[in-house]
């Protein structure tokens, strides 16, 4: 049953301090996305990745959040310092790009990560 | 960029009864799609209409889509106590870049 994996499933962190979270996608899917999701934003997507490359972060606070992907079967995202407002439950989903076209964009979403800066 | 609207926010009704979500969008789309998540859960794929077809069925669940008002409605016939959830429009762009515009979610609850 292929799912996407993201770890942890909860933090609990301080202001200040770093936080990565990781996200194994689907294996043979070639595009990864990270979202934020807040009550107040609904959900926000801060990265996307294709092939391993980044398309398009503009979405991501750049001074404090990075996103990459070091090998295919893993994507990361990190803040550092958190800060309060950063507390979300964050999403990585993953989809599949055909070369021949005929994109039917279909995102699979992991479980996310509930992030709590205190 | 294209934002998926869904009205009404908030739903609630008895389990058997049917419930609709409208979606509105502003710009051309390649294919809109809806997704459940549950509390605590990530969203789930329920179904995806191109732009070129009007209305769409899978199991419980019709998607009706009309591209000259922009508007996508999602129905659920003879709902359940599991149907309680938040329902997300999304719209997928023509260009096909993979990216999803979502909506900010419809919440159903379904009362048994």
């Known amino acids: 049953d292929a799912r996407v994996t993201q770890t942890p499933r909860h933090k609990v962190t301080e202001m200040g301090q770093e936080v990565t979270m990781r996200c194994q996608p689907i294996l043979g899917h070639n595009t990864v996305f990270w979202y934020r999701q807040t009550m107040m934003q609904g959900l926000e997507l801060l990265a996307y990745f294709r092939n391993r490359a980044p398309l398009d972060d503009s979405g991501m606070p750049k001074d404090r959040f990075s996103a990459e992907m070091p090998d295919a079967t893993l994507a990361t995202l990190k803040i550092q310092p958190s800060e309060p407002r950063d507390s979300a439950v964050y999403f990585c989903?993953?989809?599949?790009?055909?070369?021949?076209?005929?994109?039917?964009?279909?995102?699979?979403f992991g479980a996310g990560t509930r992030l709590s800066v205190l | 960029s294209q934002q998926g609207e869904e009205d009404p926010q908030a739903l609630s009704i008895q389990e058997g009864e049917n419930a609709t979500m409208n979606c509105s969008y502003k710009t051309s789309i390649n294919n809109l799609q809806w997704y459940r998540q549950n509390s605590g859960r990530g969203l789930v794929h329920l179904i995806l209409?191109?732009?070129?077809?009007r209305e769409k069925h899978s199991g419980r669940l019709r998607v009706t889509l009309d591209t000259s008002k922009k508007s996508s409605s999602l129905l659920i016939t003879a709902s359940r106590a599991a149907d309680t959830a938040s329902y997300f429009c999304?719209?997928?762009?023509?260009?096909?870049?993979?990216?999803?515009?979502f909506g900010k979610g419809n919440q159903v609850v379904v009362i048994p």
């Open positions: 209409i191109r732009s070129n077809e």
């Open positions: 989903a993953s989809g599949l790009v055909l070369v021949t076209g005929g994109v039917e964009n279909i995102q699979y």
């Open positions: 999304a719209t997928a762009p023509v260009w096909g870049n993979n990216r999803l515009a």
